[in-house]
């Protein structure tokens, strides 16, 4: 059974820091891209940022690149983000997700197997 369980969420102030964790099984993780979407109420889902299963090629929304960074423990099976100088626009519902494709892809039409979300609230 496919399994994928993010963890890490919360309350937060602006300008303060998380890791979100994803904990999968149930598939082999270090052959599959993986990546972080987020959503909000009434949005669509929001690609956040992928790691290729070759070569550890990384791929990151633009308005994101330089305050959250992605990153995984193929011993572990398990997905991170790390998530500094956060901004209440960062608000969301954090999914995690992974990927047949090789390419970090950011559409979320590429991703078969996705976590449940954890929320991140960030305060002003």
């Known amino acids: 059974q496919v399994q994928l369980v993010e963890s890490g969420g919360g309350l937060v102030q602006a300008g303060g820091s998380l890791r979100l964790a994803c904990t999968t099984s149930?598939?082999?993780?270090?052959?599959?891209?993986v990546a972080w979407f987020r959503q909000t109420p009434g949005k669509e889902r929001e690609f956040v940022a992928a790691?290729?299963?070759?070569?550890?090629?990384?791929n990151y929304a633009v308005a994101l690149k330089g305050r959250f960074t992605i990153s995984k423990d193929n011993a572990k099976n398990t997905l991170y983000l790390q998530m500094r100088s956060l901004k209440p626009e960062d608000t969301a519902v954090y999914y995690c997700a992974a990927s047949r494709t090789v390419w970090p892809t950011p559409g979320v039409e590429e991703y078969d197997y996705w976590g449940q979300g954890t929320q991140v609230t960030v305060s002003s």
């Open positions: 790691l290729s299963s070759v070569g550890d090629s990384t």
């Open positions: 149930g598939f082999t993780f270090s052959s599959r891209t």
